[in-house]
């Protein structure tokens, strides 16, 4: 069973930065990637950004050239640096992991304020 524990959201004003982070109870994210998803109130939960077990990375268009998603393999992290962020943004934050089943976080709260 792998946890993933979420840290880093919080409240900030349009164009501020955040950095999320995503510790896991293994090393799953150096074998199998990560990803960050999000899901905003009365919206489906979408895919934000994930990175691949060889550091491959793709993007929601609407996230391109202001989140970078990167790992610490030594720490079984994945971070997601969000910069300009704008109110659009604001959402529940979810790290996923996957192997042979899916692993979830529990969400960190993203909030811009305009």
């Known amino acids: 069973q792998v946890q993933l524990v979420e840290s880093g959201g919080g409240l900030v004003q349009a164009g501020g930065s955040l950095r999320l982070s995503c510790a896991a109870s293994?090393?799953?994210?150096?074998?199998?990637?990560g990803a960050w998803y999000r899901q905003a109130p009365g919206k489906q939960r979408e895919l934000v950004a994930r990175?691949?077990?060889?550091?491959?990375?793709v993007y929601a268009d609407s996230v391109k050239g202001r989140f970078t998603i990167s790992r610490d393999n030594a720490k079984n992290t994945v971070y997601l640096q969000m910069n300009s962020l704008k109110p659009e943004d604001t959402a529940l934050y979810y790290c996923?992991?996957?192997?042979?089943?899916?692993?979830w976080g529990q969400g960190t709260q993203v909030t811009v304020s305009s």
């Open positions: 293994g090393s799953i994210f150096s074998i199998n990637g």
């Open positions: 996923n992991a996957r192997n042979l089943y899916v692993y």
């Open positions: 990175i691949s077990s060889g550091g491959d990375t």
